[in-house]
């Protein structure tokens, strides 16, 4: 059976050689087979299975890249990166939480919120530093709460 | 003098409707022109002088909306329109200081501050609302002076 093996040379291509471990592949293995089988993949999981090889054609690979991408974030397929995406993150906080690579993978607690954008404006790029509306409308929540606090502190009689 | 057509006529066709009187539009030619003749684009204004009905050349046309983005808002050129661009907000603010346009009450006092990007992740197409980040970062510098005068009356 050559399923844990795929899965192996794949995850070694994404996370990089010597942190993926034979044991790790066998257990996503399961889990990956089961998704494949859910989405009645069955003639991929049995071209993977029979496959003498490590590395996967191009066919088979993409199935079974989006279902290794269901089984650890919960998305139904790899997506393409594109400006403020969240999904590098989820994807290593979940290999981290399995013990597929070291924590210092993830730089900080949460995804970096801010990005940047490149637009043209005709004549030159332009290139702008964001972050999505809902974080600043929450740091609006937050300020207007705070100035209440700050209020109530220095009304007299509370001083 | 045909100054007086071309600029109407270009920002009439920018904004989509008539509001240039001929006293304004003339006010902003004798600027334009004088910009111009700065940029050294003396077949232009040859060009636009003999315009008479202001529908200008493509070629001079370019050159003449930048020397009135330059007028009007400061830039080199007339930008093309891009997310979180705030051209258009400073052309509007422009021409309602200067008496060119009435502002319906649509336009605020302050740069808008947030826009979409559209966004593609191999299969959907998605825009996502964002904020300038130097924005983001006030708010930030904010909430940290709030908690710290709360944090000194708690103390």
């Not at chain 1, 509306?133 to 502190?153: F, G, M, N, P």
Request: charged fraction near 25%; aromatic fraction near 10%; include cysteine.
């Amino acid at each position: 059976m050559s399923g844990p093996t795929s899965i192996h040379h794949l995850m070694e291509s994404i996370l990089g050689r010597n942190c993926f471990t034979e044991d790790h592949a066998a257990a996503l293995w399961v889990e990956v087979r089961a998704r494949l089988v859910d989405m009645e993949a069955t003639d991929t999981v049995e071209e993977v299975e029979a496959f003498e090889g490590r590395r996967l054609d191009t066919h088979p690979r993409d199935i079974v890249t989006n279902a290794i991408c269901f089984v650890l974030t919960g998305k139904e397929y790899w997506p393409n990166d594109y400006p403020g995406s969240p999904f590098v993150y989820k994807f290593l906080k979940e290999c981290i939480s399995r013990g597929y690579v070291a924590a210092d993978r993830i730089k900080g607690d949460c995804p970096s919120m801010r990005f940047v954008i490149n637009s043209f404006d005709g004549v030159e790029t332009i290139r702008q530093e964001v972050v999505p509306a809902s974080l600043y409308d929450q740091a609006q929540v937050e300020i207007a709460e705070l100035r209440l606090q700050v209020a109530a502190l220095t009304k007299p009689g509370k001083v | 003098m045909s100054g007086l057509a071309v600029t109407r006529h270009l920002l009439n066709i920018t904004l989509q409707e008539q509001f240039m009187s001929d006293a304004h539009s003339l006010e902003l030619w004798k600027e334009v022109r004088s910009c111009l003749v700065r940029r050294e684009a003396f077949n232009v204004i040859d060009a636009v002088e003999v315009c008479a009905d202001g529908n200008l050349a493509h070629k001079f046309r370019d050159i003449v909306t930048d020397a009135i983005a330059h007028c009007l808002v400061g830039t080199d050129y007339w930008p093309a329109p891009y997310p979180g661009s705030t051209f258009e907000y400073d052309l509007l603010k422009a021409l309602f200081t200067r008496g060119y346009m009435v502002s319906d009450g649509t336009i605020g006092e302050c740069y808008p501050r947030r826009f979409k990007i559209d966004c593609f992740d191999g299969r959907k197409h998605f825009k996502q609302e964002v904020v300038p980040a130097s924005r983001y970062d006030l708010l930030e510098a904010e909430v940290i002076e709030l908690r710290r005068r709360l944090a000194e009356r708690d103390a």
